[in-house]
Structures are given as structure tokens and as C-alpha cells.
């Protein structure tokens, strides 16, 4: 089973940036798309930015022109570059990824256990 760390959250002036990794760990695997979802309490949660294996990006227009999502299928690992962030940017970041068994052929998804950014006014 393909498992999902994410790092890079912490606490941030609005302004101010982040970049969140999401490495990707485990045997007879490959990855196509990638994304960045978040969670803000009592929100539900919402696509971020998502990335095919080619690289082909997509944003949700509330972080368009801000936020970069990226990829490393070398190291199995997609970033999150969060630029001008604004307090309502804060939540929980997950990262997923649609994962192919190489043996099997079975896909399936996976999520990383989430991360918490924090944007303070």
C-alpha cells in the first residue's frame, strides 16, 4: 500500500508564503494524477489544485495566480508553492494521489494525513 507524508504547513502572516511537499512511499507503483485538496472547520472539504503525471496543472480560482502546484515523479513528491496567502487560506491540506499497482493494475486513491496552515491578519 502507497503511503502519503505530507510536510511544509506551519503559521504564516497573511502575505506571506509556504510551499507543502507530499512524498509518495511504497513498492510496485505508479502515480498519475496528484492534488492538493484543504478543510477549514465546519467547511467541507475542497480542491486546491490538482496535476496530471504530464503535468498539467488545474487551480480552483480562489488560489489561481497564487498558489503553484508541481511535481518530481523522479522522487514520487508534489509541492505546493502558496504565495500573497490570505486568513482564509487556513486549513488542514491534504494531499491525494491516484495510484496504479504496477503488478495488478488495480487503482486506486490514497491520502496523506494532512497538514495545518495557519494564516494570521
Known amino acids: 500500500q502507497v503511503q502519503l507524508v505530507e510536510s511544509g504547513g506551519g503559521l504564516v502572516q497573511s502575505g506571506g508564503s509556504l510551499r507543502l511537499s507530499c512524498a509518495a512511499s511504497g513498492r510496485s507503483f505508479r502515480i498519475n494524477a496528484m492534488g492538493w485538496y484543504r478543510q477549514a472547520p465546519g467547511k467541507q472539504r475542497e480542491v486546491v489544485a490538482s496535476?496530471?503525471?504530464?503535468?498539467?496543472?488545474n487551480y480552483a480560482d480562489s488560489v489561481k495566480g497564487r498558489f503553484t502546484i508541481s511535481r518530481d515523479n523522479a522522487k514520487n513528491t508534489v509541492y505546493l508553492q502558496m504565495n500573497s496567502l490570505k486568513p482564509e487560506d487556513a486549513a488542514v491540506y491534504y494531499c491525494n494521489a491516484e495510484v496504479v499497482d504496477t503488478l495488478t493494475y488495480f487503482s486506486y486513491n490514497v491520502w496523506g494525513q494532512g497538514t495545518q496552515v495557519t494564516v494570521s491578519s
Open positions: 496535476i496530471t503525471s504530464d503535468g498539467s496543472t
